[in-house]
């Protein structure tokens, strides 16, 4: 009997490279093992996992070297993305979270520079599967040729299917190569087959102009609700509890964000999306800049976040022509950028013209280490700082999540950040802002799941299983009067971002009734709101909304025994 041929070594290697490079997924792959437990689902699994590692090994014997490599360079690039993100929040990325990153594409330097050992570890498998792929097979292969350039075209279009099936999810303990390969496959499936829709014209009848101020609406970046001192005893300053005569704050206590992600709450906010129909409402109904042109108001954007005149959280060309002065601070330092937003704040309040004023505040995103001046670095121990000052978010150590004493080293970076960032906010604007009957609603775009119940993961927002921590928000109406009180004292701990845009259309003189039709009740408004945030924004492919209730008594209390003050009169009252 004639012996079989060895494989060639190159064979050999590319295969043992590819193991290597699967070997990093493991965690993944054992949560589902454990997930499915013994039962036919596991063998549909094995089965499953089994044909997508044998596509994944054809694809390297492909002859043609320019098609082999763009394959390698594929498959490296989805290990990478959905490798991290499963590292950094040790959970499955699911098909939302993998949209919801791609319309985060603006804070990549941010992922890299909060996430670097997350990244670094899925780029470390990934360029074992680059390599096993892309590497020259050898002379003896015995695969076909056509069986090899056919073998990524059926893995891709075996789970794509299977996705797509099941509303995008599915891809749980599968090599992470295929799953970002599909899912991008999806994506550009959806983007090709979506139909266009025209954004629509302001058609709601305005009544005689407002003769109040200016309206402005201020977006804080990743603001604890619980972590300021107006909506719990153990939060730090915000410069709101104690306004000067003359302004009053009403405060709607923990409010529920639109989204736990930056993307999903700013365009919401923007263009007014209901919980039954945001996503035909943000694609064809107009911008808040839109209505606030045609009542009469100049358009004014701050954005302390972005540079260069760079876009964020889906604004586009057509949005941008509604707005009449666009301000960004690329010459600011990032520490300073929320006190340069408050200054082009106090300067437009001041300006006696009748103003609709949107503001991106730089807030507290991650990193957090050097986001405050030594002047604010009130609570300690903190994170190291002084790692860098260039970018947007700063470095951190990369050996930060390592436990419960890291966590708490975040924590107190937080409330420096915050302290600095929202109460030196408002310490300026209210010393040097005229408000002249001004009504000024202030938020966060979602809140922050600071591990004070030590769970897993290192994100701090944009989570698939959320906890209600991650859309748990400050919401305040900043005025010259009292007559917000009764609605926040009513809606205290009950309320939510779909309240804000009605209530800026009805402060911009526009029909009430229509605008309740249309976009829903405003936060005078005596009925009662659900308290609720979307964890599946982007819920596509026959997908329902996740709606996660935001309750007082659900949400962490900011532990009290994580710092000591370095004076008192800025610790917690």
């Known amino acids: 009997m004639r012996a079989q041929p060895l494989p060639s070594p190159t064979t050999l290697v590319k295969t ?61 690039l989805a ?11 040790a959970d499955a990325m699911s098909y939302d979270a993998f ?35 892309g590497l020259k097979p050898g ?19 075996m789970l794509t299917i299977l996705l797509f099936v099941r509303g995008g999810e599915g891809g749980r303990g599968l090599p992470n190569a295929w799953v970002g390969t599909a899912y991008s496959a999806l994506a550009a499936f959806e983007a090709t087959t979506q139909p266009s829709m025209t954004r629509q014209t302001v058609t709601i009848a305005h009544g005689p102009e407002p003769d109040r101020g200016d309206i402005v609406l201020i977006v804080d970046e990743s603001i604890a609700g619980r972590y300021l001192d107006i909506n719990d005893a153990a939060g730090v300053r915000s410069g709101l509890a104690s306004p000067p005569p003359g302004i009053v704050v009403s405060n709607f ?17 923007r263009y007014g999306g209901t919980r039954d129909a945001y996503h035909r409402i943000n694609a064809t109904m107009p911008s808040i800049f839109a209505y606030a042109k045609h009542a009469g108001f100049a358009t004014i954007y701050i954005d302390a976040q972005r540079t260069g005149d760079a876009y964020q959280n889906g604004m586009d060309d057509a949005e941008r022509r509604q707005i009449d002065r666009f301000v960004q601070f690329g010459d600011t330092p990032v520490v300073d950028r929320d006190m340069a937003a408050a200054d082009a704040l106090i300067a437009a309040l001041g300006n006696d013209q009748r103003e609709f004023i949107l503001v991106n505040k730089m807030g507290a995103h991650f990193p957090v280490a050097d986001k405050y001046p030594d002047s604010a670095h009130i609570f300690s121990p903190a994170l190291p700082r002084d790692e860098t000052a260039i970018v947007t978010e700063t470095q951190l150590p990369e050996n930060l999540y390592s436990g419960a004493e890291s966590w708490r080293l975040y924590r107190n970076a937080y409330r420096n950040t915050v302290t600095w960032t929202v109460g030196g906010f408002f310490d300026r604007l209210f010393a040097g802002a005229r408000l002249n009957g001004a009504l ?7 809140g922050q799941n600071l591990h004070e119940r030590r769970d897993s993961g290192t994100t701090t927002h944009c989570s698939p299983s959320p906890a209600s921590e991650e859309g748990t928000v400050p919401l305040v109406v900043i005025d010259t009067s009292a007559r917000w009180e009764t609605a926040a004292k009513r809606h205290v701990d009950a309320s939510s971002h779909y309240r804000i845009f009605p209530t800026l259309l009805n402060a911009m003189g526009y029909d009430r009734a229509v605008v309740r039709r249309q976009y829903g009740r405003a936060l005078d408004s005596d009925a009662p709101d659900p308290a609720t945030f979307n964890s599946l924004f982007n819920a596509r492919l026959g997908r329902k909304p996740i709606w996660v209730k935001v309750e007082r008594a659900s949400v962490a209390r900011p532990p009290v025994g994580d710092y000591t003050a370095r004076k008192s009169g800025a610790a917690p009252r």
């Open 16 to 76: 043992l490279l590819l193991a290597f490079g699967l070997a990093f997924e493991f965690p993944g792959v054992a949560a589902r093992i454990a997930m499915l437990g013994p039962s036919p689902p596991l063998l549909l699994y094995a089965g499953l996992y089994a044909g997508l590692v044998a596509c994944l090994w054809g694809a390297a014997f492909i002859r043609s070297p320019l098609l082999r490599w763009g394959w390698a360079m594929v498959f490296a």
């Open 79 to 89: 290990a990478i993305l959905v490798g991290s993100f499963q590292d950094a929040t």
């Open 99 to 133: 949209v919801t990153m791609i319309h985060s594409a603006g804070f990549a330097d941010d992922a890299l520079a909060q996430y670097g050992a997350s990244i670094a570890w899925a780029a470390a498998g990934a360029f074992f599967l680059f390599i096993g792929v």
């Open 139 to 157: 002379a003896r292969t015995r695969l076909p040729a056509a069986a090899a350039a056919l073998a990524p075209l059926a893995g891709l279009a």
């Open 253 to 269: 206590g923990l409010a529920a964000s639109i989204a736990n992600c930056s993307f999903g709450s700013n365009l919401t906010l």
């Open 440 to 446: 000024i609603i202030y938020t966060s775009d979602h």
